[in-house]
C-alpha cells in the first residue's frame, strides 16, 4: 500500500497508469490537472474513469461530452475527454513525468513502486492491444532508455519477460508481450478491466 498526500492508492495507481498511455498532466498556475481524451468506441472506459474520479472528488459530477473534430484526411473524429479539477498536491506528479521543465513525458525513475495490477489494467485500457497472440503497449511516445526501465520492471515486479520493438520509425519502441506471458498479465489485470476492454488482454 502506498498513499502520496492525500491520495489513495488507487487514484493513484489510475493516475501512474494513464499517464504510461495517453493522459497527460497540465500546469494550471500553481496547480496541476490532469486531462483524459477517449475516442467514442472506447466510452465505456472513459465513463468509468470519469464515476471513479467523480466519487473520490477530483472532478465534476457532471458527465463528460461527445466532442468532435476533423481528423486525418478530413475525417471527422468523435471523442470524450475528461479533466480533473486541479490540485497543487498534484506537482509531484508533474515534476516526475515533466523532469526540468520538459515538455514530453518521461518515465519516472521508480515507476516500479507504483505500477500495481490497476496501473497496469489503466495502461492496457488507455494505450493497449492485442497483436497476434501477444499484448503490445504503445510506448514510442517515451525514449528508448524509459521503455527499457518499463520492460525490466516487468520482470522485476511480476516476472514477466517483455521485448522491446522497434516501430520502424527512428526512436520509437513499443513494449510487447509475447503469447506464454499473457496469461499472467490476465491474471493481474482481468479484475480491473471494463468489459468492452477485455478484447485487449484476449479475453
Same mark, same amino acid.
Given at each position: 500500500m502506498f498513499k502520496i498526500g492525500p491520495h489513495e492508492e488507487h487514484i493513484l495507481s489510475v493516475f501512474y497508469g494513464t499517464l504510461l498511455g495517453d493522459s497527460y498532466l497540465e500546469k494550471r498556475s500553481k496547480n496541476v490537472r /490532469? #486531462?483524459?481524451q477517449q475516442e467514442n468506441k472506447n466510452v465505456e472506459y472513459l465513463m468509468w474513469l470519469w464515476n471513479l474520479l467523480a /466519487?473520490? %472528488?477530483?472532478c465534476t459530477n457532471k458527465r463528460p461530452k461527445l466532442h468532435q473534430c476533423i481528423g486525418a484526411r478530413g475525417q471527422i473524429r468523435f471523442y470524450y475527454r475528461l479533466n480533473t479539477y486541479t490540485f497543487s498536491s498534484l506537482n509531484f506528479l508533474y515534476d516526475q513525468f515533466y523532469k526540468d521543465g520538459c515538455k514530453i513525458k518521461r518515465v519516472p525513475c521508480n515507476i516500479i513502486e507504483y505500477l500495481? !495490477?490497476?496501473?497496469l489494467a489503466c495502461w492496457i485500457m488507455d494505450d %493497449? &492491444? !492485442?497483436? &497476434? #497472440? &501477444?499484448?503490445?503497449l504503445s510506448t514510442q511516445g517515451f525514449l528508448k532508455e524509459d521503455v527499457i526501465l518499463l520492460s525490466d520492471s516487468f520482470y522485476v515486479k511480476w516476472n514477466i519477460k517483455c521485448n522491446l520493438q522497434n516501430t520502424g520509425k527512428i526512436n520509437q519502441w513499443i513494449i510487447y508481450i509475447p503469447k506464454k506471458e499473457v496469461y499472467k498479465v490476465q491474471y493481474l489485470v482481468e479484475p480491473y478491466m471494463v468489459k468492452s476492454m477485455l478484447y485487449k488482454i484476449h479475453k
Open positions: /490532469i #486531462s483524459f /466519487i473520490s %472528488g477530483y500495481t !495490477p490497476l496501473a %493497449g &492491444g !492485442p497483436v &497476434g #497472440s &501477444g499484448i503490445k
